[in-house]
Nanobody
């Protein structure tokens, strides 16, 4: 399984970015895929996740601003980020693993497959 992120960049507060994750060699019917982020000096935290039946979850700090979606035909996972804030600045990672449902509380150790990360920088 190989995950490749794209779409990061630098924006001003209030702006938008769309991250995309292309999944290669991932052809399983049951999975959980998510976006994590890690700011300097902080632990990696889950931002949003989606499982194979389309159920989504979000960390409270991004609810109403971020939307996770998947395109099964293209094997891609997207994260639309609107109303960005400086505190959203971090390296964003795509992650995946095989689950019937995403774990209720997701941490880095729950996922075996990771992309290389894409930087998001939001200036005030």
């Amino acid at each position: 399984v190989h995950l490749v992120e794209s779409g990061g960049g630098a924006v001003q507060a209030g702006g938008s970015l769309r991250l995309s994750c292309a999944a290669f060699g991932y052809a399983y019917s049951s999975y959980c895929m998510g976006w994590f982020r890690q700011a300097p000096g902080k632990e990696r935290e889950v931002v949003a996740a989606i499982d194979s039946d389309g159920s989504t979850s979000y960390v409270d700090s991004v609810k109403g601003r971020f939307t996770i979606s998947q395109d099964n035909a293209k094997n891609t996972l997207d994260l639309q980020m609107n109303s960005l804030k400086p505190e959203d600045t971090a390296m964003y990672y795509c992650a995946a693993d095989f689950y019937l449902k995403c774990p209720g509380v997701m941490v880095e150790a729950d996922f075996a497959y990771w992309g290389q990360g894409t930087q998001v920088t939001v200036s005030s």
